[in-house]
């Protein structure tokens, strides 16, 4: 049996159908349902458990698992409730680092890329605690994975035991089916394409920093079927661990991701841009670009989809769809 946290949400379900595909049924849900709808992303799925997380260490006690996959998460990046953002994001992680410890269980988990603050430091994985302690997340979201991150690295640095394998994933900017449930942070993507359908003017945000163009402001876009195939990967090579960033290595405009999606549904671009809100102004990000150059040292090579291709298969075989659920 497997076990995904966060198995309910957006990358989690994801992960869960690709486990499906593969033959794997027993893969147990640790996730809470809410009422955003969130269960529709597990609606085609079959399931050996669904456990709430207020039980889950007590599901564990005695349990045998061939490897825990955690995505389970607070991941709006502008959650203010410090305490709540601590206990489920890290405290939570290191009771399932150190479960997974004792019980000789591979662990992949996940990271991200807003541990790297505003990229002033790179958004190079180097894998040492030097290294980590240079970055400056921007957020609490950001701060309290950074912290996940460097509790492990710190272990390994010192020879402590860890899992027989472990690999925290620095996700960039995925988007892609099932993400419906998560309101604004949600791809934008995903937010803008009924203007697109339906004829209305897209907006986009103006750009505020002198020498970059309005919409121009750049992500590592990363389709959410190129990160499961990573993960896949890492349970199918137990001897691979570490920290290792997870994107295209190509950072693209949000112009661009909207001029895709015009193009995948033959209209003619429609393009406003509007202020950006203040209270975010100071701390959002104007470009990330990961590099991947250890995740392929390390023997993956499945390649990335390009963001053209990408967009056209989400909106054609999603969005655009009747049934928008994998």
């Known amino acids: 049996m497997l076990l995904v946290t966060g198995g309910a949400g957006f990358i989690g379900s994801n992960v869960v159908a690709a486990l499906n595909d593969a033959g794997r049924t027993d893969v147990a849900v640790c996730d809470v349902l809410g009422s955003e709808g969130k269960w529709r992303n597990l609606a085609k799925r079959q399931l050996a458990a669904f456990v709430a997380p207020s039980e889950l260490d007590g599901w564990l006690k005695g349990r045998r698992l061939d490897a825990v996959i955690h995505l389970g998460a607070i991941s709006s990046t502008t959650a203010t409730d410090g305490d709540e953002v601590i206990e489920t ?14 019980t000789a269980t591979p662990l992949i988990y996940a990271s991200s890329a807003a541990t790297y603050g505003d990229g002033a ?13 240079r970055l400056r997340p921007m957020n609490l979201y950001g701060w309290s994975k950074h912290l996940f991150d460097m509790a492990v690295v710190a272990r390994d640095e010192r020879g402590a035991k860890l899992p027989p394998q472990w690999a925290g994933l620095k ?10 449930h998560k309101g604004t942070m949600a791809s934008v993507l995903a937010r803008r394409f009924d203007d697109i359908r339906d004829g209305r003017t897209v907006q986009l945000f103006k750009s505020h ?24 990967w890492l349970l ?9 960033n997870v994107g295209t290595g190509k950072a693209r405009s949000f112009k661009d991701m909207m001029l895709a999606a015009f193009a995948a549904l033959g209209k003619k671009p429609d393009i406003d841009y509007i ?3 203040a209270e975010i102004r100071d701390s959002y990000q104007y470009f990330t670009e990961s590099r ?7 023997g993956y090579n499945g390649g990335f989809t390009a963001l053209e291709d990408a967009v056209s298969h989400y909106v054609k075989g999603y969005l655009a769809a009747a049934d928008r659920f994998r």
């Open 171 to 180: 996700f960039f900017n995925v988007f892609g089916p099932n993400e419906y």
């Open 236 to 244: 199918a090579t137990p001897s691979v661990s570490g920290l290792f």
């Open 292 to 298: 991947v150059d250890r995740l392929c040292a390390a």
């Open 275 to 277: 202020d950006m809100p």
């Open 209 to 232: 920093r002198d020498g970059i163009a309005d919409g121009d402001q750049r992500r590592d876009f990363i389709y959410v079927d190129d990160v499961v195939r990573v993960m896949m």
């Open 121 to 133: 430091a790179g958004f190079g994985d180097e894998q040492s605690l030097t290294a980590l302690k």
């Open 89 to 102: 994001n890290f405290n939570v992680s290191m009771r399932l680092l150190d479960w997974c410890t004792e």
